[in-house]
Structure formats: C-alpha cells, structure tokens
C-alpha cells in the first residue's frame, strides 16, 4: 500500500511518510546515541525541547509552506491522468506514464540520500522545488500551442525524480527540526493539513480542468512549489553533520549505507520488502480510480476532482488517529490492522457502482494508507541515527519503490483487458494476503524499536 507521498498518498508524497509519537512514548522509541552531537542546533529552543510545536515559529512556517504545496500538487494528481485521458483515452497510457515517472523516481533514490547526508539540506529543499515549478510549467505553456504527449514523457519522469530527492530531504528534515520528542507529532500533523489540503485541492482541480483545462491546473501545482521554495527559504533549518568520508572514499559505500542498516535491523528489513510489494499493487489505483469514475460511470472532471477530493478526508482523518492509536495498540496490531482494512477497502472500490461508493471506499482506503505510512516512516526516524537517515530514507523508498513502475504499468494493462473490477478485486485480495504474512514476522510486534537498539551503521 503507497505511503509517504505528498498527497499521501509520495507521496506520493508527499507528497508524501509521510508520523507521530507523543511525548508519552517509551523510552526504547529513542534513536540509537551514535547521533552526532553537532546536530543540535545553536538555538534558544533546542529540538526536543517541552515547547509545544504550536509555538515553534521554523516548523510553523515549514507546516504552512507545505501545506500550500500539497494543496497545489493536488491539483496534479487529478490534471496529469485526466491530460492523458482526454488526448488518448487510453487508461494503458496512463499506467505507462505513471510506471515511467515511478521507474525515474527509483533511479533518484539509489543517489538522493548521499546527496542529503553531504549537503545542505535546506538549499536541497529549496533547489527541488524551484526546479518542479519550472517542469511542471512547461506543460501549460506547451498545450498552448496544442497537446504534446511525448513532453509528458520529458517532464513528468524529471519532476518525479527531483521529488524523490525532495521527499528524502523532507524525511530527514523534520526530525533536526523539531526533534526526536515531537517527530510523531510533527509527521502527525504535516499529514493532517496536508490531507485537508488534499480535500479541497482536487476539488478545485476538477473545476478547474473541467473549466479551462487540464494544463491550467497543473499551472496552479508549478506556482505552489514557487510558495514552497520561499516558506522554505524563511525557515532556519539545524545543519547536520555532513557523513564522515575520506577524499578518495568509494562513492558506492554511501549508496549501500542505507541498505545494509535496512538489512541489519530486523523490522525495517521484513516492513521494506513487504512494502515493495503493497506499492507494487497500489502505485497505479489512482490512475484506475479515475478510468472507473470517467470511463465506467460516465463522470464529469468536476465529479472526478469532487471525488478524490472528498476521500482526501479519510487521510486526514488517519493522521489525526494514528497517534493515539498506535500508542495504545502499539506499532505492530496498528500497522497490519491498517493494511488489512485498506485491502478491504481497495476490494469494495471494486464491488461498487456508484460514484458514493467509490468515494466512501476510497476514503477508508486513504485513511489506513496514511496510518500505516505514519507508522512505518516514525519507526524509521526514531531508530535511525540522524547521520545515517538520508541513506536509511533513500535505500528504504529505493527498495520500496523499485516493484511500483511495474505495477502501475500491470494495472493500467490489467484494467483495459479485464476490467477495473477485476483489478481492485484482485489487488485488494493480494493485499490482504500480505497484511496476513505480515503476522509472521517481527512486523507484529508492538514495541518494534527495541528489536533493533543495538544497530549501528557506518558513518
């Protein structure tokens, strides 16, 4: 099941994992002590402090930057499917192009981390932001002299791989900047304006595309990265600790950092592979979602945009819960619990044959999508030491994207052969079967962070 996305769905992003953990965490929830001490930052209000976040004016402006930025990415998440559509509609294309930006997505992350754990990262933040808005604006300009599909194939997979880089980056940031005490609650609600971001932002894209187009909305997505770059520009990020190295070091020893820590903690290494093939079976179902809506029941963009708008909800709604929850069931029954009910979901999408239905399953389909995406990327910065969590992030999307571009491109074919139907029937079902295998490993246990306190990685 896709986690940590932008639009949470990384994410989609974001958006993308995009996590809670109050401060009435166990003590084991605490990172290994390798962490360099130079990652604090000289301020007044050190990360981690009592201090409430409400309070905390860098992650305020962060929150609201990204906020605006989800709220504009959403817009692409309904225009660039529906662009395909309605020049070619074919819903093969769309998961071809949707496997394409996955597979450049994944060549990005075998590299994003090393560059996160050398390099500033606020000026990575600000970098790739100022870089989408420019891909991103070549499409309204070129559809103005008429559609060019062979431009969605240049740009889309060149904004894919720069957001990989971006969600790497974003990962590693938030935990520097409000600290291990408030990581959760930070995710927690990054997840949840961006959720209601994401309700209101489809909406509009629908209206929008069904007004003035499809290209016009992915304008409004290259003008939010603009408002991102700047929020981001007024935040004072902590520097970290570049990763030690010699000047003749092998680069190929950074790329496999991340990976071999991966490997060597019990649980990140099963909930990796177990998620590379949740998002084998997920990358594409929005793709597929919106060929149902448009081609099977015959609805408007505006409908369509009305739609994933309002399942947006069930997002929101995970972030807001996924705290408490997870703190009273622990990390194991919430987790598999969350993908369970999610392949429920994603079988009643396929069960329903009115616009309602699909809405209403999709909604609980998004809900335990950014349950289990808060889960699992809260595990990971709590258990990380912070030199090591660009490469642990990077290795972990690598890996967990690798199978995505496959799948998306499967579903795309699977859905012009046999139906829409058939595919959520049969990718919910394989769902549930992973959630089952998920019962037989250390997944399951509720307080997974100890499993792994005495993994260490190389610096």
């Known amino acids: 099941m896709t986690e940590e996305t932008r639009t949470d769905q990384p994410a989609q992003s974001p958006p993308p994992e995009n996590p809670p953990e109050d401060p009435g965490t166990s003590p084991t929830d605490t990172p290994p002590t390798d962490t360099p001490p130079t990652d604090t930052p000289p301020t007044d209000t050190p990360p981690g402090s009592a201090r409430s976040l409400w309070r905390d004016r860098n992650f305020s402006i962060f929150w609201a930057a990204q906020t605006l930025s989800v709220a504009g990415d959403s817009f692409a998440l309904i225009a660039v499917p529906l662009l395909i559509l309605h020049t070619t509609g074919s819903v093969a294309q769309m998961g071809l192009l949707t496997g394409v930006s996955g597979a450049a997505s994944v060549a990005a992350g075998v590299f994003a981390g090393v560059l996160v754990d050398r390099f500033d990262r606020r000026r990575l933040l600000i970098g790739c932001d100022l870089a989408r808005c420019v891909l991103y604006a070549l499409i309204p300009l070129a559809w103005l002299t008429g559609p060019h599909i062979w431009l969605l194939y240049a740009v889309l997979p060149l904004a894919a791989a720069v957001g990989m880089l971006f969600q790497v980056t974003y990962v590693s940031t938030v935990r520097s900047l409000v600290g291990d005490r408030h990581v959760t609650e930070a995710n927690g609600r990054l997840y949840a304006t ?266």
Request: aromatic share 8%; with cysteine.
């Open 194 to 459: 961006a959720a209601a971001a994401g309700i209101l932002g489809p909406m509009l894209a629908g209206v929008v595309a069904g007004v003035w187009g499809a290209s016009a909305a992915i304008a409004v997505n290259a003008g939010s990265f603009a408002v991102s770059a700047i929020g981001v520009y007024l935040v004072r990020i902590p520097r970290h600790a570049p990763a030690a190295g010699q000047a003749g070091e092998r680069s190929w020893r950074d790329l496999v950092a991340g990976a071999v820590f991966l490997w060597r903690h019990p649980v990140l290494r099963v909930l990796t592979v177990l998620l590379s093939f949740f998002i084998f079976l997920t990358l594409g179902l929005t793709d597929i979602v919106i060929f149902r809506l448009k081609h099977d029941l015959g609805q408007s963009d505006a409908v369509i945009g009305g739609v994933l708008g309002g399942a947006a909800v069930g997002t929101m709604i995970g972030s807001l819960v996924v705290a408490r929850v997870r703190k009273r069931a622990g990390f194991g029954p919430t987790w598999i619990g969350a993908q369970t009910v999610g392949g429920l979901a994603i079988i009643a999408i396929g069960f329903t044959g009115g616009v309602w239905g699909v809405a209403v399953a999709m909604a609980g389909y998004l809900a335990c999508v950014s349950v289990a995406g808060i889960c699992s990327m809260s595990l990971r910065q709590q258990v990380t030491p912070d030199h090591l969590l660009g490469r642990v992030t990077s290795a972990f999307w690598t890996i967990h994207f690798s199978l995505g571009p496959v799948g998306a491109a499967a579903l795309g074919w699977g859905a012009a052969r046999f139906g829409t139907s058939a595919v959520f029937v049969f990718a919910g079902c394989c769902c549930l079967l992973l959630a089952a295998a998920a019962l037989c490993t250390p997944v399951r246990l509720r307080h997974p962070e100890a499993a792994g306190a005495a993994v260490s990685g190389p610096r």
